[in-house]
């Protein structure tokens, strides 16, 4: 079936390190990919986006691309701020399907330390 | 300010009551959603709805109820028989109308059973 394996956490790094967390998915057909941000005691907040192949979704000096090779959405960020602590969710909307729900990872918890 | 909104931010319940846990919309969207997380794991769906008096049942729909009678509202009422209802609940909703069905959240509420 449709799923989301993403790294397993806590990551913790320090201020200006390179941040990857990597993101994988089955899923027949092309899904739109997407990596939310939960900041500590709040809700979700959709960071970046792909909706096809090889597209890059960038925001805030996150990216991540589409990888329909190794089916992969990998998220990188080249110098990480102490802000940048939060919970990392990657999800997929399951492709051909008429509804609307979003399939998510496990996410991954980072803490950046000054 | 268009958004979501959850209310209350921190819910107490004893054993055996039920509760209900209030999500408004002044997005326009057509479809909500109810998720469940816990501590160090994903989102699990509990129920969502595409369109006004329409809703189907999520991943872990057991123990919940939903209503949606108004667009902009999709209350969750968490019922006796959920067996361990503590946890962290998040309200979403999108756009039907765009392709890549982008969820925007609520801040949450957090529910603990005494």
């Known amino acids: 079936g449709n799923s989301v394996t993403q790294m397993e956490g806590p990551v913790t790094l320090s201020e200006e390190a390179f941040l990857t967390i990597n993101c994988t998915y089955t899923?027949?057909?092309?899904?739109?990919l997407f990596w939310y941000v939960q900041y500590p005691g709040e809700g979700l907040q959709l960071l970046l986006k792909?909706?096809?192949?090889?597209d890059k979704g960038s925001n805030k000096g996150f990216e991540a691309t589409y990888r329909k090779e190794t089916t992969s959405f990998h998220l990188e960020k080249g110098s990480v701020q102490v802000s940048d602590s939060a919970v990392y969710f990657c999800?997929?909307?399951?492709?051909?399907?008429?509804?609307?729900?979003?399939?998510f990872g496990a996410g991954t918890t980072v803490t950046v330390r000054a | 300010d268009g958004g979501i909104t959850q209310s209350p931010k921190y819910l107490f319940r004893k054993e055996g009551q039920n509760v209900t846990l209030s999500c408004e919309q002044n997005?326009?969207?057509?479809?909500m959603y109810w998720y469940r997380q816990d501590p160090g794991q994903g989102l699990r769906l509990i129920y969502y709805?595409?369109?006004?008096?329409?809703?189907q049942k999520g991943d872990i729909a057991e123990g919940y109820s939903v209503s949606r009678e108004k667009k902009e509202s999709f209350p969750l009422t968490v019922t006796s028989a959920q067996k361990n209802p503590t946890a962290f609940y998040l309200c979403?909703?999108?756009?039907?109308?765009?392709?890549?069905?982008?969820?925007?959240f609520g801040p949450g509420t957090r529910l603990t059973v005494l």
């Open positions: 709805s595409q369109i006004v008096n329409d809703f």
């Open positions: 899923a027949t057909g092309y899904p739109s």
């Open positions: 979403a909703s999108s756009d039907s109308l765009r392709s890549y069905n982008e969820q925007f």
């Open positions: 792909a909706t096809k192949a090889d």
């Open positions: 997005l326009n969207h057509d479809a």
């Open positions: 999800a997929l909307k399951w492709p051909g399907s008429n509804d609307y729900k979003l399939s």
